[in-house]
């Protein structure tokens, strides 16, 4: 027991008649050891409910290797997956189908909704719960709740950490609404790719998107991507959006991406990365470009005296003596 107190994990390497010791394994968990797991412990341990009572209370992770019959328990799961809803995945069948074990696990973790029965996956309350918590959660709702306009509505306005394939998952027809698709670019730009192609023409909701996500203008018409404002406001957020300009690229974006991205040289043409004005505005930006340029700017005393964001001498080519 004095070992055990010392490193509970040790419970693995111990004589098997100490690891299905009921007193000694439980005294153990009262203690609150965060080192010892029911994983290291014998069947008989796992099937005493009370000991697993108190292995979920120390750690949820230890439902999962609760004895099966205790998994059909429904105090325990609840225990269990209130404190981490994937849990949900491990509970039996018929607790899966129980309404109020779902909502803890969707409150928890609105992901847990994978693991729901079917009939709670088309319960408009338990969705809709999981999709205010994450709008990736709709990938898991029933295929009717996915064309429930105000149910998407509500996840792309009130679900935070929107993934832009989160807006894969509903319905055809709602991509092509407006109000949806402008909401979901609001929160993430790049959801812009899964719009329906009319409103990839859409001035305003590329503008929107853009302004979230530069490398949003990749999924807008080619019509768009050559109009000055939406270029300007896409390179304004992410200098990387350069690369998905149609058309002609002049000196003005170039200095403008420069000022937000990083090794800009990968992007441009090299007679353009070589110009007097561009080089000084990227090389203040980002030295890291310097290696890429033209002998003639790196082997120019004038550009080693610029001010930087960053620290130029490891990329630069020593000055001839």
Excluded: W
């Amino acid at each position: 027991m004095r070992a055990l107190r010392i490193s509970p994990s040790c419970i693995q390497h111990v004589d098997a008649k100490f690891r299905g010791d009921n007193t000694l394994v439980k005294k153990l968990f009262e203690l609150r050891y965060h080192y010892i797991s029911l994983c290291n412990t014998d069947l008989c341990i796992k099937q005493d409910r009370e000991i697993v009572k108190l292995a979920i209370e120390t750690d949820s992770y230890d439902y999962r290797y609760a004895h099966y019959t205790l998994r059909t328990d429904k105090e325990l799961t609840m225990l269990a997956v209130s404190r981490n809803g994937s849990l949900l995945a491990l509970a039996d069948t018929s607790l899966r189908q129980d309404r109020e074990i779902v909502m803890a696990a969707v409150r928890n973790d609105p992901l847990a909704l994978e693991y729901a029965s079917y009939d709670l996956k088309d319960d408009y309350e338990v969705v809709e719960m999981a999709i205010k918590r994450s709008a990736e959660a709709l990938k898991h709702a029933s295929k009717r709740l996915r064309s429930n306009r105000d149910l998407v509505l509500k996840a792309f306005k009130h679900g935070p950490d929107i993934s832009y394939n989160a807006f894969s998952y509903i319905c055809d027809s709602l991509k092509k609404d407006k109000e949806i698709v402008l909401n979901a670019v609001k929160n993430n730009g790049l959801s812009l790719q899964y719009a329906h192609s009319s409103l990839q023409c859409d001035r305003e909701i590329v503008l929107a998107a853009v302004k979230q996500n530069g490398e949003a203008l990749e999924f807008a018409s080619e019509e768009l991507r050559k109009d000055s404002e939406i270029i300007r406001e896409a390179i304004l957020q992410n200098g990387k959006a350069l690369d998905y300009v149609c058309g002609k690229i002049d000196k003005p974006l170039i200095i403008l991406a420069a000022k937000t991205h990083y090794q800009l040289a990968e992007s441009i043409d090299r007679d353009l990365l070589n110009d007097d004005d561009i080089a000084l505005e990227m090389l203040q930006c980002n030295s890291y470009d310097f290696r890429n340029m033209d002998k003639r700017i790196r082997y120019n005393r004038n550009y080693y005296l610029l001010p930087s964001r960053d620290n130029p001498i490891p990329f630069i080519t020593p000055l001839p003596n």
